[in-house]
């Protein structure tokens, strides 16, 4: 446990070297999936009443969303945009992103009355900063300006999945 609250600190702090040993540590794997479960239980709590959505779904949508992010940064970064040494598998991207996760804990917060919308967005975007820094580790890039687009690109298809699903359920909900 101690471990795994360590590496949660350090991956906030934004430190390399706790990307680096996440990455190497196959063992992590299981820790980085339960950062992810903690902060969607985070987002949860902390955007209640934000959505007109249930919370089964807004817990179940902040672990796929993780999901599709990684995934179309998996494409991005090792298949589309790769740099010379890039030498990743999905295990090392998993632990790394699942670690950039975090920050989300303190989205917790977001149930702070006026002010919780701020920390949402300040916490989303240290996220963020923190997925650039696991996708740079974890993609052995030498560019942080890569990483950062490889980043953008995932959460693009990330929002993009998101928009047809809302659209298929509004056209659902419709008929």
Do not use: C, H
């Not at 680096?20 to 820790?31: F, I, K, L, M, N």
């Not at 919308?117 to 890039?141: F, G, N, P, S």
Request: hydrophobic share 60%; no cysteine; charged share 15%.
């Amino acid at each position: 446990m101690t471990s795994l609250i360590r590496r949660m600190i350090g991956a906030a702090k934004l430190n390399p070297a706790t990307y680096e040993e996440v990455e190497a540590d196959r063992g992590a794997t299981a820790q980085a999936f339960v950062v992810v479960f903690l902060t969607a239980i985070a987002i949860t709590i902390g955007d209640f009443g934000a959505w007109d959505i249930s919370l089964l779904e807004r817990f179940l949508g902040g672990i796929v969303g993780w999901a599709i992010w990684v995934f179309f940064i998996w494409i991005a970064g090792v298949k589309l945009f790769p740099e010379p040494q890039t030498q990743s598998n999905p295990g090392e991207l998993f632990r790394t992103t699942g670690f950039a996760a975090s920050p989300g804990v303190l989205r917790v917060l977001g149930v702070l009355p006026m002010v919780g919308w701020l920390v949402a967005i300040v916490v989303w975007l240290w996220t963020l900063a923190a997925m650039v820094l696991a996708v740079r580790q974890a993609l052995d890039y030498k560019s942080t300006g890569r990483a950062v687009v490889v980043s953008v690109i995932g959460f693009g298809g990330q929002l993009l999945v998101v928009w047809v699903e809302w659209l298929i359920l509004r056209a659902a909900t419709a008929a």
